[in-house]
T-cell receptor, first 113, second 116 residues
Framework: DGGITQSPKYLFRKEGQNVTLSCEQN?????MYWYRQDPGQGLRLIYY???????QKGDIAEGYSVSREKKESFPLTVTSAQKNPTAFYLC????????????FGPGTRLTVT | QKEVEQNSGPLSVPEGAIASLNCTYS??????FFWYRQYSGKSPELIMS????GDKEDGRFTAQLNKASQYVSLLIRDSQPSDSATYLC????????????????FGQGTTLQVKP
């Protein structure tokens, strides 16, 4: 089955620790995206990547880092510099070209105390 | 000024009624528009895409787009309790000077409650 997987589903960390969230897709999509969702709010773009070995900052990139070494994988690291890291993190992907339809993974709920 | 606006609700309708969800956007060059459904605690699921003015129907869902008024809506006919969810409107954002990035701007979502 083709799809997007994110792991883990729930993640708990202590303040000051870096944490890496996994996102893998087998849809052969070129573009991948990371969003953050806070309660009662829409999605805000953190980082995106349109091709391997290239990525761009989104609207709220401070305190986050990414890599795109393989087409299938786009991990997100939440660093200790991120002031309010507790949130629901969503990974999405889309085909290259003129399609704008993004498909989401199941998400990772991160709690930092 | 928010770029994509939705009434957060909740919008409450009785089972079998038509639910009407609305969204306005501010970027005149936006070309593609999407509705996502998000159940509580789950990730968004794409349910409708619309690219040109007018109506697009898919089963019980109809998306309506009016680019002149910068307005997109989603109608759900014969609403069912299983339609109770938050509906997110998303609009393409052609980042000025950067071409087609595929970036979407999301509204904050409208919560729909369908009462049996």
């Amino acid at each position: 089955d083709g799809g997007i997987t994110q792991s883990p589903k729930y993640l708990f960390r202590k303040e000051g620790q870096n944490v890496t969230l996994s996102c893998e897709q087998n849809l052969n999509h070129d573009a991948m995206y990371w969003y953050r969702q806070d309660p009662g709010q829409g999605l805000r773009l953190i980082y995106y990547s349109q091709i391997v070995n290239d990525f761009q900052k989104g609207d709220i990139a401070e305190g986050y880092s990414v890599s795109r070494e393989k087409k299938e994988s786009f991990p997100l690291t939440v660093t200790s510099a991120q002031k309010n890291p507790t949130a629901f993190y969503l990974c999405a992907s889309k085909e290259q070209g003129n399609s704008y339809e993004q498909y989401f993974g199941p998400g990772t709920r991160l709690t930092v105390t | 000024q928010k770029e994509v606006e939705q009434n957060s609700g909740p919008l409450s309708v009785p089972e079998g009624a038509i639910a009407s969800l609305n969204c306005t956007y501010s970027d005149r060059v936006s070309q593609s528009f999407f509705w996502y459904r998000q159940y509580s605690g789950k990730s968004p699921e794409l349910i409708m895409s619309i690219y040109s003015n007018g109506d697009k129907e898919d089963g019980r869902f109809t998306a309506q787009l009016n680019k002149a008024s910068q307005y997109v809506s989603l109608l759900i006919r014969d609403s069912q309790p299983s339609d109770s969810a938050t509906y997110l409107c998303a609009v393409t954002y052609l980042f000025r000077g950067s071409g087609n990035t595929g970036k979407l701007i999301f509204g904050q979502g409208t919560t729909l409650q369908v009462k049996p």
